[in-house]
């Protein structure tokens, strides 16, 4: 028998089919698991949700009703007590008094071990909580039965020492007898939580506690017996201030050592709320002290305070605790130190003593201790500095500002002294005799640590500004004469120019910028101040703006900071011109033309600089000295106009350079300016007296722009120009009852309609024309108006109709003349 196809050929193909049988049989059983998960998943959802109301989940959770239960009844329990110690107290005798007391007492605390051994420990914590407030009822039993006649304030100190002591012990007891308990994933630990447990090498101070409000409670007690103790024996303020400090002396080394949290924040807020209270006591003390006596004992209550706050900085677990609490530290040894030399030195020197005592704290920079708390010490310098800076900042700010009122008397006489030439506007501050010494001391300070320090430039630039502010108070201060103080003033602009030209190849680049900027703004500073108290005296104004004005020169030419300098000079330049003009006796019009000496001076200056940085600021001060010699001169119309014209020239002078071309529009204006108030002051009424000028020289440059630019609108080359003269001649033609005005104004339009027809321009067609109609319009009114008096009264109205007919026609034959075309180009398509 022969087979086709041969044997392995078939069995090659039979094992083909049952491999995709196998695959196809898979990839039914998969979808038919998916099915059936699918119809579970709908008999699961309800057919009709809507109908149904939503469950809701308990809206306590059971620890949480626990809580409650447990809380509510403590209270109400302690509440029993209470009312029984207090109303029912006396249907009982002494055993029996004892006897329910006691016995109701020592069940209460006896009970919770009980109820640890079940594993209740909440309910263990509710009974305890009863039991301790029964002991204080005990305390308070005893006192009204027992002692009756011992004092309340000693007794509560005693019961206090007496139930923190047992509280404690009871705490630390039952932790010790508790035994195990098993929780419910069959984990063997004691009754208290996992944080209240001793962790492995926790040290000696760990102990297994069981319950957690006896040791917190213990502790609150505990704030109470000195305290108490003190107030019964009658203490004095520092000795009750003492005790507050030890507390929380005391309450800060619980917190520190303490692992539970419980006990910890009530620790810290026995802390805080003692050490609060402590410290202000203290300070109070401290400047209150009439003298070196009190002022010790509270330097030593401060003291005690400091070294609690820097115990805990140097214990302390995180870094910004440490930092705050070393600053604290710190503050308070520098208002205890303070606080002693105060009582033993005059008022003037108390900022100076607690200014000494704050820069000693950074003679911690270089010792070992931590990093937080070098920089918290560190800090509170700053912030002492910072204080003593603020207290010379009224004698400063009077020093810099008071001259000002001397714009008011100016050349009214010279002062007694220096401190006469601040005070002719604002009273002088009292303690200030120390105030250079304040602010030299803090200059030195900042530059000492500008050399060690990162931030090296921003305390260079702080000393820097400091130094300036020590000699500017010094005349003042030292009550100098007049002429010295005004003598050292300059000498500190001196000072500050030098410091800022010197300080750029003696540095690097980056304390370049910084420290000579500022320099040279405290001597601009200083120039304005030492200026403003020169006023008091004819002499003293022109010799120190002289100087002033020759030392921003000098200062502009020498160095690189001409882009301050320069324009300075220039103003102290301009503040001398108008101080001779007044010397003089000259009026202001005529001091104007002095004036502008600075401007034209200023453009000269700016033409030699070239694209200098110190160019733009020079011609943005000449143009200022421009303006303030036009407004001196704007009282008199010829000074005025002369004034404007100079200005004019200057301006054209700058408009030479190629990139100052713009500021010839700025010369034109004043050149026109002050030709039309020339006239003004001539009292030439014409018009074009006033635009003719204007007109030719622009259309003169309407002719170059042409020829320079042929594709240029005659509207731009000569529209503004023809316009100038055109517009105010034609309004003038209207109201002018003469026949020369019409009869030239229409002479030079018909001139101009003919020259824009020959050259084709629209600009003179169209304004020639439309002028000259206008004054013919003009001179035939008369005639018009005879005419239209003659027509009839129908008249008017039929020339409008047949006006708008013509109009109608005219417009439905372009629509007919459209609508051919529309056609034509239809039949081609």
Not at 145 to 169: H, I, K, M, Q, R
Not at 225 to 243: F, H
Not at 266 to 273: D, E, I, R, S, Y
Request: hydrophobic content about 60%; glycine content about 10%.
């Amino acid at each position: 028998m022969t087979h086709f196809p041969s044997p392995a050929e078939e069995l090659r193909l039979l094992d083909t089919e049952l491999r995709q049988l196998d695959a196809r049989r898979a990839v039914l059983l998969t979808r038919r698991a998916w099915l059936v998960n699918a119809l579970y998943a709908q008999a699961a959802v309800p057919s009709h949700p809507s109908t149904r109301p939503p469950a809701r989940g308990p809206e306590a959770t059971a620890p949480g009703v626990q809580n409650v239960l447990l809380i509510l009844g403590g209270v109400l329990l302690t509440v029993a007590a209470i009312a029984f110690t207090l109303v029912s107290w006396g249907h009982l005798g002494i055993a029996g008094r004892s006897l329910v007391l006691g016995g109701v007492t020592l069940a209460a605390l006896a009970t919770p071990v009980a109820l640890l051994r079940r594993g209740l420990r909440a309910t263990a914590e509710a009974v305890a909580g009863l039991g301790m407030a029964l002991t204080v009822l005990d305390a308070y039993a005893l006192h009204e039965v027992v002692l009756p006649g011992t004092g309340g304030t000693g007794f509560a100190a005693a019961a206090s020492a007496v139930l923190a002591a047992s509280w404690a012990a009871y705490g630390l007891a039952v932790g010790a007898v508790a035994p195990p308990v098993v929780d419910g994933s069959g984990d063997r630990s004691t009754a208290g939580d996992a944080e209240d447990r001793p962790s492995a090498g926790a040290g000696a101070g760990a102990v297994r506690v069981a319950l957690r409000l006896p040791l917190p409670f213990a502790l609150v007690a505990a704030q109470l017996p000195l305290l108490l103790w003190v107030s019964a024996l009658g203490a004095g303020v520092e000795t009750v201030t003492a005790v507050v400090l030890v507390t929380a002396a005391a309450d800060t080394a619980v917190a520190l050592r303490a692992r539970m949290a419980p006990i910890r924040i009530v620790a810290l807020v026995g802390a805080f709320g003692w050490g609060a209270w402590g410290v202000l006591a203290a300070g109070w003390l401290s400047w209150a002290a009439a003298g070196p006596g009190a002022a010790a004992r509270a330097a030593a209550l401060l003291a005690l305070a400091a070294a609690t706050a820097l115990a805990v900085a140097r214990f302390a677990p995180k870094p910004g605790l440490a930092l705050g609490t070393a600053l604290t530290g710190g503050l308070l040894m520098v208002a205890a130190l303070g606080g002693v030399l105060r009582s033993v030195l005059p008022d003037v020197w108390t900022v100076p003593g607690y200014l000494l005592c704050g820069v000693a704290l950074l003679a911690v920079v270089r010792t070992g201790v931590p990093d937080p708390v070098r920089r918290g010490l560190v800090l509170s310098s700053a912030v002492v500095q910072a204080v003593a800076a603020l207290t010379a900042f009224p004698a400063v700010a009077v020093t810099l500002l008071g001259p000002a009122g001397w714009v008011e008397r100016i050349w009214s006489g010279a002062p007694d002294d220096a401190r006469a030439v601040v005070t002719v506007g604002a009273p002088w501050p009292p303690l200030t005799a120390t105030v250079p010494l304040v602010l030299a001391v803090l200059a030195g300070v900042l530059a000492l640590a500008g050399r060690t320090t990162a931030w090296r430039t921003p305390a260079v630039v702080g000393a820097l500004v400091l130094g300036w502010a020590t000699g500017l108070v010094f005349p003042a201060v030292l009550e100098l004469p007049y002429t010295a103080g005004l003598v050292v003033q300059g000498a500190l602009a001196v000072a500050a120019l030098v410091v800022a030209a010197l300080v750029r190849p003696a540095a690097g680049k980056r304390l370049q910028d910084p420290v000579a900027l500022t320099a040279a703004l405290l001597a601009l500073v200083t120039s304005v101040t030492l200026a403003l108290a020169a006023l008091a005296t004819e002499s003293a104004t022109l010799t120190v703006l002289a100087a002033s004005t020759v030392l921003f020169a000098l200062a502009a030419w020498r160095t690189d900071l001409g882009p301050l300098t320069a324009p300075a000079a220039l103003v102290h330049g301009t503040a001398l011109t108008c101080a001779i003009g007044a010397s003089a006796g000259w009026e202001p019009q005529h001091t104007a033309l002095l004036v502008l000496a600075v401007p034209a001076t200023a453009a000269l200056l700016a033409a030699r600089l070239g694209a200098s940085p110190m160019t733009v600021p020079v011609e943005a001060t000449g143009a200022t000295a421009g303006l303030l010699a036009i407004a001196l001169s704007v009282t008199d119309a010829p000074m005025l106009a002369l004034t404007l014209a100079l200005c004019g020239v200057i301006a054209a002078g700058t408009a030479v350079r190629p990139e100052r071309r713009h500021v010839g529009y700025a010369a034109a204006v004043l050149l026109v300016l002050a030709s039309w108030v020339r006239l003004a002051a001539w009292e030439v009424g014409s018009p074009e007296a006033y635009t003719l000028p204007v007109t030719v020289p622009a259309l003169a440059v309407g002719l170059l722009r042409r020829r320079r630019d042929p594709a240029a609108s005659s509207w731009t080359a000569y529209g503004p120009g023809l316009a100038a003269t055109l517009l105010p001649s034609l309004a003038a033609a209207w109201g002018d009852a003469h026949w020369l005005r019409p009869l030239l104004l229409g002479t030079a339009a018909l001139a101009l309609t003919l020259v824009g027809a020959r050259h084709r321009l629209q600009a003179p067609l169209l304004l020639g024309g439309v002028t000259l109609a206008l004054v013919t319009l003009h001179e035939l009114a008369p005639y018009i108006a005879q005419v239209v008096d003659a027509l009839p009264r129908w008249a008017p109205p039929a020339l409008a109709g047949l006006v708008l007919l013509a109009a109608g026609a005219t417009y439905e034959q372009r629509l007919r003349d459209a609508r051919r075309v529309r056609d034509v180009f239809g039949k081609m398509t």
